[in-house]
């Protein structure tokens, strides 16, 4: 069952797209139907391959490194459940919500797509086959993120769309690199090649090219100039699956997938990315304390947070990478439970400015509420998820030795509540403006979401320990050994 | 090797025509250079002294064909390359022409209403 | 269209371009097709294949937008049909796919090979670039179509 699974995550999606398009130009209804029905039946799947063996799936029968292969190895699985809970709970939120939107068919038909092309991305055992995917999830966003078509939407659009195309154009470029250092595209094969060749200056300039790129899709600085235009710009169902997982799968899984996978973690890698970590989590914080729109604010935020997971990552120790994917499964989480939040508040009250508002607590029981638990989470308060999973990366890097990155993570998660608290006084409490004062709950589609984010959000916290050992050990050793990913596509001894 | 430092200078050209000019359409250019470089640096890879097209004719010899043939894979990724150029390229034409409908400018230095 | 509408479509001057234009447009367009559907077919025997031919076949019903008006072109193929072909295609493609799943291999090439060089041969790579040529052929006509009614909507703002 598991062996054909694999490509049914991709092929799902795929064919629920193009039906939606078919039959969406005779009956207007057709897109939430069949998209709750294929994001229900892709997050069912990937309930399931959480159980299955590592395996590896041959694309048509031919064997590597001549064909192209899907890999499921403790990583893959880790952002597949990531990627397809969030992608079922916005779904079922994005039902009551774009009825404001007219093309409503399009917007399903190009979220199943974004859907297939990170699916494709955290499978995929080729390099060539990850850029692929990476810009099929790509063209999707860029058209989601100028989805209604207000001035502002289009211009953040555009910006997203120039950026981004330069960070795939160097992705392509890395790969031609790649591939004619060691003749072939697929992971493993590069792999053994690259660990049997000298370093020379191409292999430099390869790494260069796919840090480029890969840090500039998921949001560090100095690459992050998108972010804080795009994220806000977007319908909020759009901007949850933004921020919350296509950041992640597209930028940090990448990177990791390509710096241990196929670089066997180079020291020269790793501390770039720490380094800018530690410049991102810092400047994201910065910058969020002078912010009144509330989406430009959790973007920020946003650019906070994947900087704790680089540093994380680029620290390079079991319990480092253990640490950041676990932020990063946390992050996913609250971040998209705070925009879907924020969605609704726009929804009810029509405005993003924090100024205007306030005492929604009120009027908005469930959102108020999920809000709460969403900023304190993110804050770091125990038992909230965030706080496991923040001190156990302050933990790994006062373990390696990293005082001034483990200094500067304490400090940024101060400003952290600082702004967060700031939210929760501006927009939950205080008096209540006498234009919203006929305001009501959102509708009960929207409020099902919520409210299942922030069981999550509390779950994840106190049962960390089965969590641990169901996902997020086996990710690690995953990540950390080389050869036997190598053994298990090549079927070889690494 | 002059082959391809002459692709790099396109490469540059790219780069300096998205970022230097103002017009949007100048940077739509500017990319699709940038973009057709990479593909024409690709195929340059696969390139191989005195080789023949690798389509296999009826009554060829097979091991003389894959000793002088040029290598079909980089042309296989550059195809899907190109169409994935062809889908960035009307994507960016809609924005520009929605972009003009709402701003009334091509001139990108006046499109600034997100700041901060 | 019969032959006497044609004529006097043809030297109508107020209708697209010039008389040149259009009595050599008239000859092309059947050529660019039939070329367009030569690359398409013999897609796994000489270089081209479902995507080049599929521009090519954009190409004529472009060409005849160009060259008659836009409401001539939209007659012979309206912008419904257009996208409905570019969606057929690709659901044809999918489930050439899916056929595979039954044997537990996704794509897997499930018609015989048949002999080398000769057009039925090559499993199901014929059937696939013909679907993937008519939906690359009806997609870029149709965003042919998109920006050509965006650009005559602004256009006619302005005035």
Not at chain 1, 439 to 445: A, G, L, Y
Not at chain 3, 70 to 99: E, P, T
Not at chain 3, 134 to 153: D, E, N, P, Q, T
């Amino acid at each position: 069952m598991s062996t054909v699974a694999m490509p049914l995550m991709v092929a799902l999606p795929m064919l629920f797209t193009v039906l939606i398009l078919i039959i969406g130009k005779f009956w207007r209804y057709i897109g939430p139907i069949l998209g709750v029905a294929c994001t229900a039946a892709t997050f069912y799947l990937s309930l399931l391959l959480i159980t299955a063996p590592d395996s590896v799936y041959q694309m048509g029968g031919w064997i590597p490194p001549i064909g192209i292969v899907m890999i499921l190895d403790g990583l893959s699985k880790l952002m597949l459940l990531v990627v397809n809970l969030l992608a079922f709970l916005v779904m079922i939120y994005s039902i009551s919500y774009m009825n404001r939107y007219t093309a409503q068919t399009k917007f399903y038909a190009l979220f199943l797509l974004m859907l297939t092309g990170m699916n494709g991305v955290v499978l995929s055992g080729d390099l060539f086959n990850l850029f692929v995917f990476t810009e099929i999830a790509s063209l999707a966003s860029y058209a989601l993120v100028g989805f209604g078509v207000e001035s502002e939407e289009l211009e953040a659009g555009f910006k997203y769309l120039i950026l981004g195309s330069l960070a795939s154009t160097a992705i392509l470029f890395g790969v031609a690199i790649i591939y004619n250092l060691t003749g072939t595209v697929n992971m493993a094969d590069a792999a053994n090649m690259i660990n049997a060749i000298k370093p020379n200056t191409a292999l430099v300039f390869a790494i260069g090219m796919f840090i480029f790129g890969f840090a500039l899709k998921s949001g560090l600085v100095p690459f992050h100039a998108w972010l804080p235009d795009a994220h806000p710009s977007a319908p909020a169902p759009v901007s949850a699956m933004l921020s919350g997982v296509l950041i992640k799968a597209l930028g940090v899984y990448a990177i990791t997938r390509v710096a241990f996978s196929v670089f066997n973690g180079e020291k020269v890698i790793l501390d770039i990315i720490l380094w800018f970590g530690l410049i991102s989590a810092f400047v994201g914080g910065m910058l969020s304390i002078g912010q009144d729109d509330i989406k430009r604010l959790l973007a920020f935020s946003s650019i906070s947070q994947v900087g704790y997971i680089a540093m994380g990552i680029g620290i390079g120790t079991p319990a480092g990478i253990a640490a950041a994917l676990f932020h990063l499964f946390n992050h996913a989480v609250f971040k998209g439970l705070l925009f879907l939040d924020s969605g609704a508040i726009e929804m009810r009250t029509g405005t993003r400015d924090m100024r205007q508002m306030g005492g929604l607590m009120k009027r908005m029981p469930v959102t108020s509420l999920s809000t709460v638990i969403g900023s304190l989470s993110i804050s770091g308060f125990p038992p909230f998820n965030g706080f496991f999973s923040k001190l156990l990366i302050i933990i790994a890097l006062f373990q390696a030795k990293a005082y001034l990155f483990a200094g500067v993570a304490i400090f940024v998660s101060f400003i952290t509540i600082a702004y967060y608290v700031k939210v929760q006084k501006q927009i939950l409490f205080g008096p209540l403006p006498k234009v919203y004062s006929n305001i009501k709950e959102v509708p009960i589609s929207m409020t099902i979401p919520l409210i299942t984010l922030s069981v999550i959000c509390l779950a994840a916290g106190i049962f960390y320990g089965f969590l641990n050992n169901a996902l997020f050990y086996p990710a690690t050793q995953a990540v950390l050994n080389q050869a036997k990913y190598i053994s298990m596509v090549l079927g070889i001894g690494g | 090797m002059t082959v391809f430092m002459l692709d790099m200078i396109i490469f540059g050209l790219g780069i300096y025509c998205l970022i230097a000019k103002r017009h949007l359409i100048k940077k739509i250019i500017g990319m699709v250079i940038i973009e057709y470089s990479v593909n024409l640096f690709l195929i340059l890879l696969g390139y191989r002294m005195q080789g023949i097209a690798p389509i296999l004719s009826p009554g060829q010899d097979i091991v003389e064909f894959a000793k002088k043939g040029v290598d079909p894979l980089p042309q296989a990724l550059v195809l899907t390359s190109i169409v994935i150029g062809l889908g960035t390229l009307a994507l960016m034409s809609a924005y520009t022409i929605k972009l003009y409908e709402k701003y009334k400018t091509f001139d990108m230095s006046e499109i600034r209403k997100l700041r901060g | 269209m019969k032959k006497a509408e044609i004529e006097k479509l043809v030297h109508d001057e107020s209708i697209g371009m010039t008389l040149i234009v259009k009595t050599v447009a008239r000859i092309m367009i059947a050529m660019i097709l039939l070329y367009g559907f030569y690359i398409v077919l013999y897609g796994h025997l000489t270089p081209g294949g479902g995507f080049a031919g599929g521009v090519i076949l954009a190409i004529a019903y472009t060409l005849m937008m160009l060259a008659f008006s836009r409401h001539i072109a939209l007659a012979k193929l309206n912008d419904f049909w257009a996208s409905m072909f570019d969606n057929l295609g690709m659901l044809a493609f999918v489930i050439l796919g899916y056929i595979g799943l039954n044997v537990g291999i996704f794509l897997y090439n499930f018609l015989g090979k048949g002999t080398p060089f000769s057009i039925v041969s090559a499993g199901f790579i014929p059937l696939a670039n013909i679907f993937i040529g008519v939906k690359v052929g009806a997609c870029l006509y149709a965003v042919f179509i998109g920006l050509s009614i965006y650009g005559r909507l602004v256009l006619r703002e302005e005035e």
